[in-house]
Nanobody
Framework: QVQLVESGGGLVQPGGSLRLSCVAS????????MGWYRQAPGKERELVAA????????KYADSVKGRFTISRDNAKNTVYLQMNSLKAEDTAVYYC?????????????WGQGTQVTVSS
């Protein structure tokens, strides 16, 4: 059974920091590209940051560049999202995603989400 379990969300003041973690089980983690997505109320889910399976390449949404950093530890089956200089508009449910394409088939898994609220 595949599980992606996020943690680290919470309430933080504007300008503050949070570090999200996502622990994967039931998959060969180092074969999966990983990403963090977020969904705010009334909005579509959007990609925040992504990292390749070996961690050699990352990409970010323009809105978080320079403030968020994605990283992974394949020995711990964990992907992280360090969020600094948080803004009210970063408030959303954050989801961990893992994807792998093998023999033309896509394997795509999601976590249950963790709430991040940025408010004074």
């Amino acid at each position: 059974q595949v599980q992606l379990v996020e943690s680290g969300g919470g309430l933080v003041q504007p300008g503050g920091s949070l570090r999200l973690s996502c622990v994967a089980s039931g998959i060969i983690f180092y074969l999966y590209d990983m990403g963090w997505y977020r969904q705010a109320p009334g909005k579509e889910r959007e990609l925040v940051a992504a990292i390749t399976s070996a961690g050699s390449s990352t990409k970010y949404a323009d809105s978080v560049k320079g403030r968020f950093t994605i990283s992974r530890d394949n020995a711990k089956n964990t992907v992280y999202l360090q969020m600094n200089s948080l803004k009210a508009e970063d408030t959303a449910v954050y989801y961990c995603n893992g994807v792998r394409v093998r023999s033309g088939r896509e394997y795509n898994y999601w976590g249950q989400g963790t709430q991040v609220t940025v408010s004074s």
